[in-house]
Every structure is written in structure tokens, then in C-alpha cells.
């Protein structure tokens, strides 16, 4: 079993909030008691290990397909191992809850079909967040999206409402197959198929079902990055590791307070504080919007004893920034960011800017188009 001992903060104060450190994960069929060695022999499995243990659908040889998006993913073996790395402390928190609720393990993966991991965001109408999910289906899942907070882009409260969909798709269908293809289609979409057409046999792996192109395309894929980890020999790549005290922790947020402040607490730059927890759309953190935050676990107990020094101070609202900044002479954006408490990244996309040059009398939004 995985275990997130490094995650666990020890005992103090009353006023230190508990940490909610991942859940260990574990092999979907435990050996018996007969086979297990002693207690005190046991060895954690690693990441990837356990998640192999834990998935449910067919192998690479299922469909030729498979292995084709299998290649395709693989093709820049360099970029595919260094695109998994950075992605690797989301992947790890993920693994964590969906072996909380009973998921199969290939749905670990998910977030790499649809969007890489990364923290998508979905303006207007689009779908956002790593699990790409459209407004109305955030709203479903109880996922809060405002002009101050996306829960689309919350780490923690999107997989949770994730998983938990997941697993009833699955206590309704029976099938992870369906299950993937509820999830790109929609629910109602395949029970009218199943409704219509019968529930699919074990063979062809892809179910015969007349479903869209992108549909079946989903689930190709979702096996196909499942087969990479399953045989990284197989297409010459490593898989990467992740220390046991960078694995992300979800830590209790007690009072508001700006970003630059959590940042600061945590020891970290802004920019990387966000990567984390891209739901805060501005500079404010209020635990109304969500009641924590995401850090590596190397983090948290200096970001908690700062939090608690600084006390009931925390507990005023930080001030809001304006709208609008003018460029003065002399100023980068760099500067700007940081002292409205953003990052460069953000700045450059809600100013249209093709890299990082600006201009004295500039104006620049300080919040996302439309708000």
C-alpha cells in the first residue's frame, strides 16, 4: 500500500487545523491472510504498481487502436516522460481518492485524455478544469463557478465529485466501459443505448455500440495511456516517481487571505501556489469559495505555523484591487503580477498579450474578461 506518512502533520495546538493527507491506495484484490508476509516485511508499493493493481478494463492487445494512441502519446518520448512528471502530484492526489470510492484505476488517468492534467480554463460557456467539465454539469455535481471561484479547477473538490459520479455510473451500468462512455456522452445518453441495444459482451473491447466517433475515441485512448503504464518498456519510456513529501495535501483554510499571503506562508512562489489551486480566479483566498488549499506535503507545516502566528489578523478581508493598472515607465509585467498578487501567465491571458512586452500608459485588466 501507498502511504502518505510524510503527509501527516503531527499533534498540536488546538488552533492547528488537520490535514488531510491522501488516502493510501490499494491493490484492487488484497492477498489473503494466509499469503501476506509479516506485517513488519511488508513494503510499500510504488505509484505505479499500485495503480496497475487497481485497473479493470482490457490490456493493450484488446484492439490494434489501443496501441496506436499508445504510440501516438509516446511518439516525443522526452516530452511525454517530462509532460508526466509535472503531472505527476495531481495524478498521485487522484489515484488517492479514486481508490476511496472504488474506481477503477484507468480512470486515474482520465485527466490525460481530456486535458493533460492541466487546469483548464473554461470560459463562458466551455468546459474547464483538468476533467474538462461544462458549466451545467458542474452545477449537477455541486462544483461552485463564480467570477471569483471556478470548483471546476479545485484539485480536491472536482476529483471528489468526479469519483462520486464515476462510481454511481458504475453501480448502473456495471461495466467500465459504459462508465467512460457515460462520462463523454452522458448518462442518459447510454442508458438509452443500453435501453435500445442491450448491454455490451466482454469482446470486442470496444463496445459495438452506435455511439459518436469521439465517444469511442475517448475510451480508445483512456486504455491506451492505461497501456503505457501498464508495459513502459513496451514504448521505451520511463515512468517518473514522486517523493513521498511532495505528494499534494489538502490543508485547511481557516481565514481569508490573499494569494501572495498563502504563498508566502507556504514558502512558494505565487505562480506555483496556483498551479495547485487554479480555482481562485483573483487574489483572494476565502475558505466561503473552498475550505482548503493544495500543497506538497514538504510544505504544509511551514504554511500552517505561519497561518496560525498570524492569527486573528488574517481573519480582514484582504483589500480588493482594482479592475484596471496603468503602466508606468519602467514596470514589467512581472511587477505587476506580483503586486496585485498574480501570476504573469494569467495577465498576459486576460490582456491578449503575445509575450510578456508592455508599454507605459498600458491598460491592463487585473481580472478575467467578462467579469
Known sequence: MLLASCAVI????PKRPAVRPPVPSADATPPSAAQAPPEDQQQPADLWTALRASFAMDDCDGDPAIEHWARRFTANRAGFEHHLQSSLPRLRFIQSIAAKHDVAGEFVLLPWVESRYRPVHGHGGQPGGMWQIVPATAGTLGLRVSRHFDGRMDVEASTEAVMTMLHRYYQQFGDWRLVDYAFNAGEFSVRRLVAAHGMPSPSPVIPQLPVRRVTREHLIKLLAIACVVREPARFEVKLPTLP????????PVEHPMTVSTAAAHAGMSVDALRRYNAGFLDNRI???????????????????????????AADAPPPLHPMEHTVRRGESLWEIAHKYGLSVRQLAQWNALHGNRIHPGQTLRLEPTGN
Do not use: T, Y
Not at 503531527?10 to 495546538?13: F, G, H, K, M, T
Not at 513521498?244 to 490543508?251: F, M, N, P, R, S
Not at 482548503?292 to 504554511?303: A, E, H, I
Open 10 to 13: 503531527p499533534p498540536a495546538p
Open 244 to 251: 513521498e513529501d511532495e505528494h499534494l495535501v489538502a490543508v
Open 286 to 312: 476565502d475558505p466561503a469559495h473552498a475550505s482548503s488549499l493544495m500543497l506538497p506535503g514538504n510544505r504544509v507545516d511551514q504554511f500552517v505555523d505561519a497561518m496560525r502566528k498570524a492569527g486573528a
